[in-house]
């Protein structure tokens, strides 16, 4: 995270130097708000999702997984099809095979996708995330309603944080 963070600043003031000489003082403050509000967003995003894995985390480690394991068996293979015996040794046909696989894929993915939903909703709707949209809103208003608004600056205030992501992404390798 401190990488991230001195990268951040480190655009953010490649972005300030560069909007200094290209527009007034007004594109340079819709450069910082969208920066900023972009930042915003970001952290109440990586907060809200660290706190929901972090109590994810302590809700696994506080069961006592040798005396539920078999129920746990049960609710992660209820086919048994990871057991050691054969289910059935019939051969079956190349159509019938990839037939049962995409309806297995299927099944997953729609079991996946509401699970996952269900266990990130803290994460989606943390304070501090709705906190950041609300002031990249408020923002975006703000320099609207005193006419300051360039989108221009604002939208590349917006593009430090991907560019950030991109740069820190590259030089964790």
Avoid: C
């Avoid at 403050?29 to 509000?37: E, R």
């Avoid at 609300?134 to 360039?150: D, H, I, K, S």
């Amino acid at each position: 995270m401190r990488k991230f963070l001195q990268l951040f600043v480190l655009v953010d003031l490649l972005l300030l130097l560069a909007s200094l000489f290209v527009w007034d003082m007004s594109g340079v403050l819709n450069a910082q708000v969208g920066a900023l509000s972009a930042l915003a967003v970001a952290f109440g995003s990586f907060m809200g999702y660290r706190h929901t894995i972090h109590n994810e985390v302590e809700r696994v480690q506080g069961m006592n997984l040798g005396e539920d394991r078999d129920e746990m068996e049960k609710i992660d293979d209820p086919h048994g099809l990871y057991d050691d015996e054969p289910i059935n040794d019939a051969p079956i046909s190349d159509e019938e095979a990839k037939r049962i696989f995409a309806e297995e894929k299927q099944k997953v993915k729609q079991q996946s996708t509401i699970k996952n939903i269900f266990l990130t909703y803290r994460g989606i709707f943390s304070p501090l995330r709705i906190l950041g949209y609300f002031l990249l809103v408020f923002g975006f208003f703000w320099l609207e309603g005193n006419g300051n608004l360039q989108v221009v600056p604002y939208l590349l205030g917006l593009s430090v944080l991907p560019v950030t992501s991109v740069a820190a992404s590259l030089t964790s390798r």
